[in-house]
């Protein structure tokens, strides 16, 4: 990465303009071209730099209000089987492994939404069925206290 590499993604991290040629604009700021942005994107991205680049919906605004992590016990034979079958879940947007202690046995985690809580459960039960894994916990957000990604200064 050079100096323009960090500029762009610092111009990028927030979001691009909401225009016909969002990358034209963000040229123009940075007093480059249009296909210099792209060429600088797609580097990163094959990079392994930026993992993503995509939208982002304000769900509370289209009425998914309910947000719930779903923890699951699962052999860790079969953490990858049943990974992939729970990401395979639209509702799903986080699935992680994450190491289990002798206080929390739990070692699967899937973020789920829903417009209600009654949705996120009936999604869990829908989750269990699929995979097998019934010995599972429902943890409801109570309010978002800050959400952001990760950030560059």
């Known amino acids: 990465m050079d100096d323009m590499d960090v500029k762009l993604l610092k111009l990028t991290q927030d979001g691009i303009p909401l225009t016909p040629r969002p990358f034209a604009d963000t040229a123009k700021s940075l007093g480059i071209s249009e296909e210099e942005v792209i060429t600088r994107l797609k580097k990163m991205m094959s990079m392994g730099i930026i993992h993503r680049f995509g939208a982002s919906i304000a769900h ?36 992680y492994e994450r ?29 269990a069925k699929a995979t097998g894994m019934y010995d599972y916990e429902i943890l ?14």
């Open 60 to 95: 509370r605004a289209i009425g998914i209000i309910a947000n719930a992590m779903c923890v699951w016990d699962v052999p860790s034979e079969r953490v990858d089987e049943v990974g992939r079958i729970i990401a395979s879940f639209d509702e799903v947007t986080h699935c």
């Open 99 to 127: 190491l289990r202690s002798n206080k929390w046995k739990y070692n699967v985690f899937t973020m789920v939404h829903g417009h209600d809580k009654g949705e996120c459960r009936v999604l869990a039960e829908r989750i």
């Open 140 to 153: 409801f957000s109570e309010r978002e206290l800050k959400k952001a990604g990760v950030r560059i200064e």
